[in-house]
Each structure stands twice: as C-alpha cells, then as structure tokens.
C-alpha cells in the first residue's frame, strides 16, 4: 500500500491511496474459506462447497468490503501521523468503470484543510460583562405572580378592573364562534375596558377587531382563526360573558412556602423574597454569561480573518447528510453554518494556544454552582 498526497492550495488537497492486491488477498481468502465452512449450497454437503464456487458467488462483494476496511483504516492512520486537520470528512472521487481484478487498486481523495491564523486578543473596543440584580420591585411583582398561581378562583356578579372572564367570540358570517378567558389587560386602550366593567354575566358586548389587541396573534387565539385571517381583520363581534371570577391572593404562609420550595426550607416572607433574589440573580447571571459570550463570539469572528475551503465543504455538504443535497441546498446550508465553522476554529486554536484544559472536578464545581 503506498499513499501520496497532492496540495492543491493552502486549503485544499488530494490523497492518493494505492492498494495491491497482496494488500487484501489473504484476508480475502480467508473469509472465503470460512463461508466454505458453513455455506449451504444445494447439491454439497456442508462445508464441502468448491472453494471456487463460493469465491464466484461472494468474492466480489468480500473483496469490495475488504478493500473499503483498508482505505478507512489507511486514511485516519495516515491523517493521525501527518497531523493533517481536515474539515468534514475526505471526499471520494468517483471512479467510472473501477476494475476490482486489476493487481493494483488506486483511489483518490479530496481534503478540505483547516487554515492557519493567529487570534488577537486585543479588543480594540470594551466588551460589556453586565452585572443584572433583582430589585424589590422585581420581588415584588415574583411574589404576587406567585400569590395569584397558587390562589383560588372566586364567582363575581359584575365584571371589575381585574376580573377573570369566561366568554364567546361570535360573528356569524365569517363563521367564528370561540369560548375563551380573557383580562382585560389584554386589551388596547381603555375604550375597550371600559365596555366590560360592570358587565355581568349573559350580557352582550360589541366590539371591533380592529385595535382590539397590540398583537395579531392574541386576535388569533381569541377568535380561533388562522395566521393568514387575522392580518388586517376589521370586522365586528360580540362577546357574550358566560363567567366572571376574580383570583384571589394566595397567603403567604408556610402552607404555600412548603408547596414552592419543600417543608420548612422557607418560613417567612423574608425568607421568600431572600430565596427569590437568590434565584433570579443566578437566572440573570446565566443570562449574562450568555450575552457575554455572545458578544466575544462576535467580536473573535469579525474580527479574525482566515480563508476557507468553501467549495470543498459544499460539496461534501451535499452527501455528509442523512438526505442528500443539491448545489443551491448545499451552498445555503454552508452559508448557514459558516460563523459557527469560524467561531469552532476560533475556540479550538485559543484552547491549544492556551493550553486550557477541563478537568472533572471543574465540571463538577460548575454544575454545583448552577
């Protein structure tokens, strides 16, 4: 087995991998030779098979496999000893009319290489690490969110500020009839409120769609029509009230403390808002990480700058899936791919430059952080 490589350019490469037939023909027979053992063949008696029959009937296919093992095993050993780091996987080039009896098998790879580049980590402008804290109103709003998940319903006669509202949409000749619950809250302007209030329940109120709500898609929800429906809707109905409640406010006692966080691991309000702060100061210290990061990832891809075996990966692109792709698919995709392509080679060279390592115990004081 003899393998030559051919570079194309800094990016791009051809490996040439020669295999003779002395590189195969052992293994070759002897798989044979153990089909003869165990093939049932009708007219011989097991094991008694012609090795020359069993060669014609299996021999192509053995040897296509053997061969195929052969080229795998040959390439990694040989990417592994040049050190050669490659982008996707190397690419067959396809052979017309391959003689599998020839005494010598070539076949020819494409290689898309990883380009060289230096990281500079000298930012020419301040990249921001916020610190983000949850303040009293922050708590305050956690709390009554809180009070009013883990509150109760009550029936109301006439409809207030903060009821709960159980209703139907109806407009009978676009077909639309629709039972939700509503807020008034939800609603824009307080034109629109201002119908509801002091409504009770079997009354009738008109309205427009039009306005009726900041965002299309609560128009959506509400009457139960399709995305393509609600865009420039303007159209009257009715919403006949079924039900008024009004939630009322859970207590802050250690009932509720034992149902959020487990018993007697709160057993205050004190307590509460302690372990609130606690919590989304940790939700808001991820959240920053996150942006943090966001931001160097940005600023390492703008701002280093290497070339890529483009047309290479497109074309491997076009196979390396489980469907396979088209010139014009292909092309998206890497288009798609090709700042988290930067930012991997990015990420991969500042950790050999750097020699960072992560150890399990790192892994084990971060998840207890979280």
Do not use: C
């Amino acid at each position: 087995m003899n393998i030559t490589r051919e570079n194309i350019d800094a990016l791009n490469a051809v490996v040439k991998v020669d295999i003779a037939k002395e590189d195969y023909s052992n293994k070759v027979e002897e798989i044979l030779n153990n089909y003869r053992k165990t093939a049932n063949i009708p007219g011989f008696r097991k094991g008694h098979v012609p090795y020359q029959m069993v060669k014609k009937q299996y021999g192509k296919a053995v040897l296509v496999d053997e061969v195929n093992k052969l080229l795998q095993d040959a390439l990694n050993k040989y990417l592994t000893e040049e050190k050669l780091d490659v982008l996707g996987q190397p690419l067959p080039k396809p052979q017309d009319n391959l003689d599998w009896d020839s005494e010598l098998l070539s076949f020819e790879f494409e290689l898309g290489l990883a380009p060289e580049f230096t990281v500079d980590l000298k930012s020419k402008k301040a990249i921001t690490q916020y610190t983000i804290v949850a303040d009293d109103k922050m708590i305050d709003e956690q709390v009554k969110r809180i009070q009013e998940q883990y509150g109760k319903l009550v029936s109301q006669e006439a409809v207030e500020k903060d009821s709960e509202i159980r209703g139907t949409f109806k407009n009978e000749e676009k077909g639309i009839e629709n039972t939700v619950a509503i807020t008034l809250d939800k609603f824009k302007g307080k034109a629109t409120e201002k119908k509801f209030i002091g409504a009770k329940v079997g009354d009738v109120i008109e309205l427009k769609t039009k306005g009726l709500y900041d965002d299309d898609h609560e128009l959506m929800h509400a009457l139960k029509v399709s995305h393509d429906e609600v865009h420039d809707l303007d159209i009257p109905v009715t919403f006949t009230i079924v039900e008024i409640n009004k939630r009322e406010l859970a207590d802050l006692d250690q009932d509720l403390f034992d149902k959020l966080f487990g018993k007697d691991a709160v057993k205050s309000v004190t307590e509460l808002r302690a372990k609130i702060k606690e919590d989304a100061d940790k939700q808001f210290a991820q959240q920053a990480d996150q942006k943090l990061l966001n931001d160097v990832t940005e600023y390492l891809v703008e701002n280093t700058t290497f070339d890529l075996p483009a047309e290479f990966l497109q074309k491997w692109m076009q196979t390396a899936g489980e469907e396979p792709m088209d010139a014009d698919q292909a092309k998206d995709e890497y288009e798609k791919s090709e700042k988290s392509l930067r930012y991997q080679l990015i990420e991969g060279k500042l950790i050999e430059d750097n020699n960072i390592q992560v150890t399990i115990e790192d892994i084990k004081g971060f998840t207890k952080e979280r």
